[in-house]
């Protein structure tokens, strides 16, 4: 397990809003928060965007607010509509709250939160406006029982968007980042078009059309510990349009005030 860095102050009580999205994820939710918020990370607050699960994880995610008053938020929303709508979501009520970072990450525990300090500290010593948590950068792993069919489509998807797209993220499809909140507003969510998982691949692509630093660090990448991968064949067909979609879409885009 990866060692929490201790942040000096003032960047220990810095407001960071970690938005998890969930959909049946009932068994890892607790566990979840129960890791971030043992963090030394006092300004940390956790954000469940629950897509009205069948399942309860929202009536859990209440009761972790209830015994978390302040540091655990809720947003329910009205059924499932897609990963990238759940971020889009949560994304935004992090901002409209006042959050100064804005994390991202799994509900399913594939993520380490002991690996929070550390991003943000590098977010904060360096000039990046995205920090990700890597699995294809020197010293980045993948879980030995992750599927081999796994491996070769996180593979091929990154060779594939590279080649069109031109972003230089060896980690395209990553889940696991900080962003500045002043990037975000930057970006402006209401342009982002995808629903799915192609959603961490649109915000790369548009924090490196507005000249936005990214920078990588490597993580131990986890198979899931409880419940069932939310991967379909409709996401999949997504992710493969998609980055036509973009080019098209975002063709203009750029930020003059940046080089």
Known sequence: MIEPVQLPDPWRDSRLTVVVPTYNEAGNLPRVVERLLALPLPGLTVLVADDNSPDGTGEVAEKLAGEHPGRVLVVHRPGKQGLGRAYVDGLGRALEAGADFVAQMDADLSHPPEALPGMLGTLLSTRAGLVIGSR???????????PLYRRALSGWANLYVHALLSVR????TAGFKIWRADVLRDIDLRRVLS???SFQVEMHYLATRLGHTIVEVPIRFEERVDGASKMTTRTKVESAVMPFQLRWKHRRLTNPGRP
Do not use: S, T
């Not at 294809?136 to 992750?146: E, H, K, M, S, T």
């Not at 993220?169 to 395209?172: I, S």
């Open 136 to 146: 294809y950068v020197p010293g980045g792993q993948l879980d030995d029982n992750w």
């Open 169 to 172: 993220v060896r980690d395209l």
């Open 195 to 197: 629903d799915g998982y």
